[in-house]
């Protein structure tokens, strides 16, 4: 049987995450990458396996989601964008496709992923951003925020943000050791609080128990001083509780400079 000869395809994806059961593929619900690996996989006339920068969640959206995949070398990539959007429309869509080296992948080539989280920090809720944002009413402090972001920098162990991963029998433990770059609260028009995040990776919603525990300094029923205990405790019970998933996004990703490893865990 004539197999045609494949080449790597980059491609920019944003989507609107309330429509899916996040991102990871599975056989049980309407995900991201399923119907990017089927809505691709009938354009190509081959099957295709898709990689990803990252694997967000349910409600979960995206603007530069980058993902990678092998495609037949002959295949237009205009085309490949149009017709991609042309089935995926109106809640994916892809804004930028290129040809790669067959050794770069989204995961494991990524030198950094960025967030950002929207909270509505007004009295009276905006229906236009309802499943784009957290709405809090109570006044936030945007200064006690930002100083408690100053505990996160740099790499630590941020179990007691994340969803503690489940484990099969005989599988090594994963680490939550991350590597936070920069991390910044900003007060934009409307009474938007936006919460700007980078790190090397992320833990399973490590950035909705960051925002959770943030607000509550926000709020006043926690002190600033209180990140670099929650973190030293490795104890979820010592967090806050986890945004909602509707006001995160995945914002970009880059592929500049030197991966940063975690340390094993310990």
């Given at each position: 049987m004539?197999e045609?000869?494949?080449?790597?395809v980059?491609?920019?994806?944003g989507y609107?995450?309330?429509?899916?059961?996040?991102f990871?593929?599975?056989a049980?619900?309407?995900?991201?990458e399923?119907?990017?690996?089927?809505?691709?996989?009938?354009i190509?006339?081959h099957p295709?396996?898709l990689?990803t920068?990252?694997r967000?969640?349910?409600?979960?959206?995206?603007?530069?989601?980058?993902?990678?995949c092998d495609i037949p070398?002959a295949?237009n990539?205009?085309r490949l964008m149009?017709?991609v959007?042309?089935?995926?429309?109106?809640h994916?869509?892809v804004?930028?496709?290129?040809w790669?080296d067959?050794?770069f992948?989204?995961r494991?080539s990524a030198?950094w992923r960025q967030y950002?989280?929207t909270?509505?920090?007004?009295w009276?809720?905006q229906p236009m951003?309802?499943d784009?944002?957290?709405?809090?009413?109570?006044p936030?402090s945007?200064p006690?925020?930002?100083?408690?972001c100053?505990a996160?920098?740099?790499e630590?162990?941020?179990?007691?943000f994340?969803?503690?991963p489940?484990?099969g029998?005989?599988?090594?433990?994963?680490?939550?050791?991350?590597?936070?770059?920069?991390?910044k609260?900003?007060v934009?028009?409307g009474g938007?609080a936006v919460f700007d995040i980078?790190a090397n990776?992320?833990?399973h919603?490590m950035v909705r128990g960051?925002v959770g525990?943030?607000?509550d300094v926000?709020?006043?029923?926690r002190p600033?001083?209180?990140?670099?205990?929650?973190l030293?405790a490795?104890?979820?019970?010592?967090?806050?509780?986890?945004?909602?998933?509707?006001?995160?996004?995945?914002?970009?990703?880059?592929?500049d400079?030197?991966?940063?490893?975690?340390?094993p865990?310990s």
């Amino acid at each position: 049987m004539y197999e045609p000869a494949l080449r790597r395809v980059r491609l920019r994806v944003g989507y609107h995450g309330a429509a899916y059961s996040g991102f990871q593929i599975n056989a049980a619900y309407v995900t991201i990458e399923g119907v990017l690996t089927e809505a691709i996989s009938t354009i190509v006339r081959h099957p295709v396996h898709l990689s990803t920068a990252g694997r967000t969640d349910a409600g979960v959206h995206a603007i530069g989601q980058v993902i990678t995949c092998d495609i037949p070398e002959a295949m237009n990539l205009h085309r490949l964008m149009r017709s991609v959007n042309g089935l995926c429309a109106p809640h994916i869509a892809v804004s930028d496709a290129q040809w790669v080296d067959n050794d770069f992948d989204a995961r494991y080539s990524a030198t950094w992923r960025q967030y950002k989280y929207t909270v509505v920090n007004t009295w009276e809720p905006q229906p236009m951003l309802v499943d784009r944002s957290w709405h809090v009413r109570e006044p936030l402090s945007i200064p006690l925020m930002n100083l408690a972001c100053d505990a996160l920098y740099g790499e630590q162990d941020f179990a007691a943000f994340c969803r503690k991963p489940l484990e099969g029998e005989g599988e090594p433990v994963r680490t939550s050791h991350r590597y936070l770059f920069s991390a910044k609260w900003t007060v934009e028009d409307g009474g938007l609080a936006v919460f700007d995040i980078r790190a090397n990776a992320f833990c399973h919603q490590m950035v909705r128990g960051i925002v959770g525990f943030l607000v509550d300094v926000g709020r006043g029923r926690r002190p600033p001083s209180d990140t670099r205990a929650v973190l030293l405790a490795r104890d979820r019970a010592h967090g806050s509780a986890v945004a909602p998933a509707q006001g995160l996004t995945f914002w970009d990703v880059g592929y500049d400079g030197v991966r940063v490893h975690p340390r094993p865990h310990s």
